[in-house]
C-alpha cells in the first residue's frame, strides 16, 4: 500500500452544535466522496484506524495544566472552550486524542516505511491550538504532536511544516518559534482580522530565527499569486533546509466559495501544489509525507477535494470537478505579486532566493 488514510467514525463524535461550520458533516462529506471515488478498491490506498495520543504525547506541544483542563470541561457537560467558537460537548477530549493520535500514527506509519505516505482525515483541527489554549476550532494542535513525536522517538533533526490553510496557524508557529528543528511556512489570506499572527515579519527568534516563514495575501488572491509563492519562496527554501519528514496543514478553505475563507483558489489548485509537495519529498526524505485535514467547510468541494489529494499521494487518476477561480483584477494580482517581493526581502537574510 503505498498511502494511509487514518480515519474512525469516532471523529464524528465531536459535538459542536447545530450550524457549526466544523461539524461532522465536513467528515460524512470526505467518506461519500472517497467511496464514491473508488479510490479504496484501487489497492494504492487503505484506511487505517487510529489510536488515541497518550497524554505524555500531547504534552510534548501543550501543558500538562492545559491538557487536564480540557478533560475537566468536557467531563462538566462542555461549552466554550475558548473566548471566540471552539466548542466542546462531553466527548470532545476523547475525540481530540484521537485527532492526535490519528497524525501520530500516520507519521509512525510513514517514518516506519509501511507506507510512502498519509492523509489523517481528523477533526477537531489543530493549527490554531497553542501551547496553553484553544482557539479557531482547534483543541490539541496535531501538527505540532505529531512533529514532537518525530523528534523523540524516531530521532529526527529536521521536520518541514507546510500549513496551507487559509488561516495563519497561529498555535503550530508559536510552539516552534524558537526552534530551528521544524521550518514553518504558511500561506494564508490576511490574518489582520483572525488570528492576528502570521505577518511577514514574524521570523522565528532565537535558534528559530529564520525559520518561520509567513506569506499573508490578500482577500481573493488567486491561483496565479499562489503558485508564483510556491515556486519562489516554498520550493527553494524547502530545497535550501533539506527536511527530513514534511508535515502539510491541509486546510482547503482557501477555495474560493469556502464560506469562512476570504481567498479565490480553484480546486485544482491543491492538485498542483500536492504534485510540487510530493516531487520535494522524493527529492530530499524519501517520499516521507503526511498531510492532516485542518479547515474546509465548503462540504461538496471538500469531499472532492480531499479524494483528489488523496488520489496524487496514491499515484491515483482522478478528476476534480470544479472550474477555475474567477478572474482576478491586473491590481489584484498586482498586490499579491508585492507581498511574494517583501516575502523574498526578508527572507532572504536567511535564505537564498532569486529575484521576480
Known amino acids: 500500500m503505498k498511502t494511509a488514510i487514518i480515519f474512525t467514525p469516532k471523529y464524528l463524535e465531536h459535538d459542536t452544535g447545530r450550524d457549526h461550520p466544523e461539524s461532522p458533516a465536513r467528515l460524512r462529506a470526505i467518506r461519500k466522496e472517497l467511496e464514491k471515488s473508488g479510490l479504496l478498491e484501487t489497492g494504492r490506498c487503505s484506511i487505517v484506524k487510529p489510536k488515541p495520543a497518550r497524554l505524555e504525547d500531547v504534552e510534548l506541544a501543550h501543558d500538562p495544566e492545559y491538557v487536564d483542563l480540557v478533560k475537566r470541561f468536557c467531563q462538566s457537560g462542555g461549552g466554550l472552550l475558548d473566548l471566540g467558537d471552539t466548542v466542546v460537548s462531553p466527548k470532545s477530549f ?61 530521532g529526527l533533526k529536521r521536520i518541514l511544516i507546510l500549513d496551507i490553510d487559509a488561516h495563519h496557524g497561529n498555535g503550530t508557529q508559536e510552539i516552534f518559534y524558537n526552534s530551528n528543528k521544524v521550518l514553518y511556512m504558511s500561506l494564508h489570506e490576511d490574518p489582520r482580522g483572525f488570528p492576528g499572527t502570521g505577518f511577514i515579519d514574524e521570523v522565528g527568534e532565537g535558534e528559530g530565527q529564520g525559520y518561520t516563514v509567513n506569506m499573508p495575501f490578500p482577500f481573493r488572491t488567486p491561483d496565479e499569486v499562489y503558485i508564483k509563492a510556491f515556486d519562489q519562496i516554498v520550493v527553494p ?120
Not at 305 to 332: C, D, F
Request: charged letters at 15%; one cysteine or more.
Open 94 to 154: 476523547e475525540v481530540a486524542l484521537l485527532s492526535a493520535g490519528g497524525a501520530i500514527e500516520a507519521v509512525k506509519l510513514v517514518a516506519a516505511e509501511k507506507f510512502q505516505n498519509a492523509f489523517a482525515v481528523v477533526r477537531p483541527p489543530g493549527h490554531h491550538a497553542g501551547r496553553y489554549y484553544a482557539l479557531g476550532f482547534c483543541i490539541f494542535n496535531n501538527a505540532a504532536v505529531a512533529a514532537n513525536y518525530l523528534f523523540r522517538y524516531f
Open 237 to 356: 527554501i524547502t530545497q535550501q533546509y533539506k527536511p527530513e519528514f514534511i508535515l502539510v496543514s491541509a486546510g482547503f478553505d482557501g477555495y474560493y466559495a469556502d464560506p469562512i475563507g476570504a481567498l479565490s483558489l480553484s480546486a485544482q489548485v491543491y492538485t498542483e501544489v500536492f504534485s510540487t509537495i510530493l516531487n520535494l519529498a522524493s527529492q530530499f526524505c524519501n517520499g516521507k509525507l503526511v498531510a492532516i485535514l485542518e479547515g474546509g467547510y465548503h462540504l461538496t468541494a471538500l469531499g472532492r477535494m480531499t479524494s483528489n489529494v488523496i488520489a496524487e499521494l496514491a499515484g491515483v487518476p482522478y478528476t476534480v470537478e470544479g472550474k477555475r477561480s474567477w478572474q482576478p483584477s491586473a491590481k489584484l494580482v498586482k498586490r499579491g505579486k508585492r507581498v511574494i517581493d517583501k516575502v523574498k526581502r526578508v527572507q532572504s537574510s536567511f535564505w537564498s532566493l532569486k529575484d521576480s
